[in-house]
């Protein structure tokens, strides 16, 4: 009995090895065998779709497993292990004369969702230690700071007293993340996907100093006698209290600093400017020219507030964005769609699967979407 099995089980071997590479071969099969199949045939297809669903994977392969081994006297598991089709279960049970159907198909399998970004970070600390700052209820202590880690988000508090030793830290995150910073002078700042700041743990006397790159939102703390001062690669930007957004990322041309509350003096190289709310400053990083222009600052802030908006903005820009914060690759096989304008306001914590749906109802894009792969046409 044992040798007929075996026997069986090539031919299944055979026949499903053709299935898979839809190259189906039924020479290797007797009459027999044949009409067993073709009866079973029409009720997988049928109710396949129906039984999808309440399919326990691990529940119908002990029953394929047990309808075997009451055939032999010694198992033959380590045989099949390597049978995980639907193809090649169903034939064995029709050859073994088993009566269980596994209404599995790989092909029909939900694909993974893309998720959106989440908060997650990691503080590097005179360039060498580096802490994971997803952790909660945690208390960092420094030389001249301590900093509390809870639920997204990281707190400083200065040490009082002369300076010592001040550490120099650095707050990296990666692609498919933000984060929320509390400085120890009381400064907030939403920190962007794929970005990074850097500060002194505890700010000296005259100024407060943090460098970016990539892209953050900033709620100042007032301070008349001690300046605060972003510094990009390009531009600095030179504040007393006020809310403003910078976006400055090193592989891109452009680099852009709006303003919602406050005042703040843009030095570029040897150029200054001055911008009011609701205005905007676009650097070329090649060129060194600026243009200065009004804008409704709730656009260029939206994204810490959990949304995409876009207004008359290039598709290269907007697929930008969300390339960083779902950690996706973008390709257009037509480069001029890149230079496209779009509208569009969306939910920025949706799967990426509902964002692209939401941005083909437009009829003028079509995506396809293979695991990180992400194809504009």
């Known amino acids: 009995m044992e040798k007929k ?55 119908n392969w002990k029953l394929v497993n047990t309808n075997i081994r009451r055939q ?16 090649a279960v169903l034939f064995i049970l029709v050859l073994c004369g088993g009566a269980v159907i596994i209404f599995k198909d790989f092909r029909t399998s939900a694909p993974e969702l893309v998720q959106p970004g989440k908060s997650m970070a990691y503080l590097e600390v005179n360039g060498k230690k580096k802490i994971d700052l997803t952790q909660t209820d945690t208390l960092l202590l420094f030389h001249e700071a301590e900093a509390q880690i809870d639920s997204g988000r990281i707190t400083y508090t200065s040490n009082e007293g002369k300076l010592d030793r001040n550490e120099y830290h650095k707050i990296n995150v990666p692609r498919n993340g933000e984060y929320y910073v509390v400085l120890s002078d009381g400064t907030k ?68 600093t709006t303003l919602s509350e406050g005042k703040v003096v843009l030095k570029m190289g040897e150029q200054k400017a001055e911008l009011i709310p609701d205005q905007q400053i676009v650097l070329n990083n090649q060129t060194g020219k600026y243009e200065q222009k009004n804008v409704d600052a709730s656009i260029y802030t939206a994204w810490k507030d959990g949304k995409f908006i876009f207004r008359d903005e290039t598709l290269e820009n907007i697929m930008s964005s969300i390339s960083r914060w779902y950690d996706v690759e973008v390709f257009y096989p037509n480069q001029d ?26 009829g003028a894009l079509r995506f396809n979407l293979n695991k990180k792969a992400l194809i504009v046409k």
């Open 5 to 59: 099995i075996e026997q069986k089980i090539k031919k299944a071997d055979q026949y499903v090895k053709g299935i898979l590479n839809n190259q189906k071969d039924d020479s290797v099969l007797s009459q027999s065998e044949k009409d067993a199949l073709k009866s079973l045939d029409g009720t997988y297809q049928s109710e396949r779709e129906k039984k999808l669903e309440a399919y326990n994977q691990q529940e």
């Open 72 to 87: 032999i006297k010694r198992p033959i598991y380590k045989s099949l292990q390597f049978w995980h089709s639907a193809a």
């Open 189 to 256: 700042v939403w920190v962007n996907a794929d970005s990074q700041i850097g500060f002194y743990s505890r700010f000296e006397d005259k100024k407060r100093i943090v460098e970016l790159q990539g892209e953050a939102y900033f709620e100042v703390a007032k301070d008349e006698n001690r300046p605060f001062i972003v510094k990009t690669n390009n531009i600095d930007v030179r504040v007393l209290g006020t809310h403003f957004n910078v976006k400055a990322y090193t592989n891109e041309d452009y680099t852009y």
């Open 337 to 362: 769609l890149k230079k496209e304008l779009f509208s569009m306001r969306v939910d920025r914590y949706d799967n990426l699967e509902v964002l692209l749906k939401k941005m083909e109802k437009t």
